[in-house]
């Protein structure tokens, strides 16, 4: 199959409204998507990223106003949420309704809806006729593709088109806040903190919270994720450089590294830069054949959580 490459997001929801599956940039990351009036199409993104059948999609819709297109209740701390954060870089697992089908949800009762910020995301799913099913545009396992150019090297002839955006503005992928049950549970950190979550429902729990009594919510975050070819090493566990291994490695982190021969350093001057340029540096690592990646970890606070929790499952390969 031959991908098609454009910049019209007029020809790419043409694309989707014919049942094919088409690649679009959001403020997070890129997506891969499916109508969800096209349940053949939903199957065929499973197939593109190799992705298991049990991990479901979340849902993006062009306007707030969209979401009972797809939920059947919301709660109080749902609407609070929407209110704030709507559109942008939150996903919020509701109720489903019946227009849903379980191949989107993987068999749950439940649906993520997320509305993203990015003017040609909202342009695309404007012009899209129903609710557009997307994970982030990789093969499964690999990192997010935060540039159209990561997509196409992932998933070039797999795909029907790639609607070309600018690089992504935040770089991780949304936060999930599971507003399905009583209380409001974070499931996923991303540029939507925790902080800012808890200024509008103070009452939201985090998923850490509940894991000893509670099988996990999330059924993605079971599997591997974001990882490069290269092992990815932490900077805060007393592992050092090795002076061995130096020249064929990588570093990336907030301050300069303490070794002088590394192949590759990116040093970010804050937070919202690592969270933006950390999947492209793992992919451009890999395009080098780079065998460690060193990475320092942030302070575990605002986005810098979101961070440290891509790095240590980066870096456990799992
Ligand atoms: O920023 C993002 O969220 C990007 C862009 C494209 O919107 N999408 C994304 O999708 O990261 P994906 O498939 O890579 O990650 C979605 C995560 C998975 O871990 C999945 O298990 C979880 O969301 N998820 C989806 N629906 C869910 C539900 N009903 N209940 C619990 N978790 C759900
Ligand atoms: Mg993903």
Aim: glycine fraction near 6%; aromatic fraction near 6%; charge should be neutral.
């Amino acid at each position: 199959m031959q991908t098609v490459i454009t910049d019209s997001p007029e020809e790419a929801a043409h694309y989707l409204n014919e049942g094919g599956i088409v690649a679009f940039p959001t403020e997070t990351v890129y997506g891969l998507g499916a109508a969800i009036c096209h349940p053949e199409a939903i199957e065929r993104i499973f197939t593109a990223k190799g992705r298991p059948g049990d991990n479901p999609l979340i849902v993006h819709i062009a306007d707030p106003g969209d979401l009972m297109k797809v939920a059947s209740h919301i709660s109080s701390d749902a609407k609070k949420l929407v209110l704030h954060f709507f559109p942008g870089p939150l996903t919020l697992v509701l109720k489903k309704n019946s227009s849903v089908p379980d191949s989107v949800t993987a068999g749950l009762d439940t649906v993520g809806v997320r509305c993203p910020s990015n003017s040609d995301a909202n342009a695309f799913l404007k012009l899209c006729r129903c609710p557009v099913a997307a994970p982030s545009a990789n093969r499964s396992g690999r990192p997010s593709s935060t540039k159209w150019s990561a997509v196409l090297e992932d998933l070039e002839g797999k795909v029907d088109c790639i609607l070309r955006g600018k690089p992504s503005d935040i770089g991780l992928e949304s936060t999930i806040v599971d507003c399905s049950g009583e209380t409001p549970l974070l499931l996923r950190t991303g540029a939507v903190t925790i902080e800012k979550l808890q200024a509008v429902v103070p009452s939201i729990r985090t998923a850490d919270s509940l894991r000893q009594h509670e099988p996990p919510r999330c059924p993605g975050l079971k599997y591997p994720h974001y990882a490069p070819d290269a092992r990815v090493v932490l900077l805060d566990t007393g592992e050092r450089i090795d002076p061995v291994t130096e020249r064929n490695s990588a570093y990336i982190g907030l301050s300069l590294p303490a070794a002088e021969r590394l192949a590759l350093v990116k040093q970010c001057h804050n937070v919202d830069e690592y969270a933006r340029v950390l999947f492209d540096f793992f992919r451009l690592c890999d395009s080098r054949n780079i065998s460690i990646i060193y990475c320092q970890l942030p302070p575990a606070e605002g986005l810098g959580r979101a961070i440290c929790d891509r790095l240590t499952r980066a870096a456990s390969g799992h």
